[in-house]
């Protein structure tokens, strides 16, 4: 079945002064009339889901995230997507760079000087890791809340997947090409790492790849490209600011989709750079056993003051592009899906008499579980999002996943480790009612979307 996603990069919140506050509220709030608008000629009448490519804020600021956690809620609602629903991933205004510590910068500066070796040092040590992180303090419970986690060995930056048909499933991969911004950046100067660019490969299974920076901004850009030629079938970047789509054939049945994004709100409107942000629509078209990409892209009209159609861009409302995919070929999904059908038919017949046997069945608990699992999103967002670090740390140590005469420093990974302690101990429910002790109304996410 086809999904839709609102594709925004680059929306800056904070960047603002003087009259500029209004002008990009204003642009802010003609993008929420415009997705109301195109949401009703969708066939579902509704969106998937948000992508953005990056750069979220503009100083790394809390508040910044605040503002713009607001407002995706908003977009969210009249999108008709669950407003977890978003993935995020960082570009260089989501660091913090007055907050760069002199370990920090001695870190990217050999890092710089002697390239991936070092930076493979550096990511070893988890004391050192929390460093090196501390340029993304704020940018880390934001994306943490949406589950876009940065990985703290240096790996990709949060992932989703979505079946398009049987046996054929896109994965939406982020990348943290800021992972070594430091205080000025020079293109060609960055790194990701193997952690990072070793992209999976699986049979049923095409990659759609999210990165704030364009390739040729990476110092291993060569290798990073070889694996997302072959391994991905569309590149989403953002920070150039300027809109632009290209196919790449990569070889026969394998094709590159290329999506540049341009900025949802560049620092300033000129002749140059303007307001724009994408709808995407994936489809499966099995006549031609090939995903059909549909981009429609947006576009600020001056003399409108309204978002319309890039027409003057891409000469035409939408363009689709159909592309070859090696992993969503017939023959080589019949042999694997035949293969793994056995295997799963086999182990669901051992679970179920087993459990049969034993008497285990309990409906009523295990719809409760479910139930809270499904929560388990809202509940992510709100804590990490939603809550003061003096506020989460109260939860942990009163539901015991910390000790009560806790006096040591709260890292990240620690936080996150002691929510899924809760979670994995079914103590969901208590979670939320702690939650809720702080902001009111239903975690869930029915008081604020």
Known sequence: ?????????????????????????????????????????????????????????????????????????????????QITDIQVVPGNHDINRDGICRSSEMMLADITQNGELRLDYFLELEKDREVFYGR???????????????????????????????????????????????????????????????LPRRVGEELVVICHHPLPWLRDSEEARQYVRSRARVFISGHEHTPQVTVDPVQ??????????????????????????????????????????????????????????????FGAEKIAHSLGCPNFQDKVLSREMASISSQDTSAAEDVHNDTVNSGMIDAGSQEERSAMEDKFPFLLLRFFRDLTATQRLTILIEMGALPKNWNGALTHPLERRALDSLRSSGKLEALETEIQKFLGGSADGEKNS
């Open 1 to 81: 079945m086809p999904v839709a996603f609102l594709h925004l990069s680059d929306i800056h919140f904070g960047q603002e002064k003087g009259g500029l506050v209004f002008t990009h509220d204003d642009v802010r709030e003609r993008l929420i009339d415009d997705v109301t608008r195109l949401v009703q000629e969708l066939p579902n009448g509704k969106i998937d889901g948000i992508i953005v490519s990056g750069d979220v804020a503009y100083a790394g600021f809390k508040v910044q995230y605040t503002t713009a956690g607001e407002w995706l809620d908003r977009l969210a609602c009249v999108a008709g997507c």
């Open 136 to 198: 993304f303090e704020d940018y880390r419970d934001f994306a943490e809340a949406y589950d876009c986690p940065l990985d703290r060995e240096g790996g990709t930056a949060g992932e989703r997947t979505v079946e398009l048909a049987p046996g054929r499933t896109l994965r939406f991969i982020g990348l943290n090409s800021a992972l070594c911004c430091g205080k000025k950046d020079e293109k060609g100067k960055l790194l990701l790492g193997a952690r990072q660019r070793v």
């Open 252 to 313: 026969s049945g394998c094709d590159l989709l290329m999506i540049a994004a341009g900025a949802t709100v560049p620092p300033l409107e000129n002749d140059e750079f303007t307001f724009t942000y994408n709808l995407l629509q994936f489809d499966w078209d099995q006549i031609a056993n090939a995903l059909v990409v549909t981009i429609h892209p947006r576009v600020w009209s001056q003399a409108k003051t309204a978002f319309e159609p890039n027409i003057k861009t």
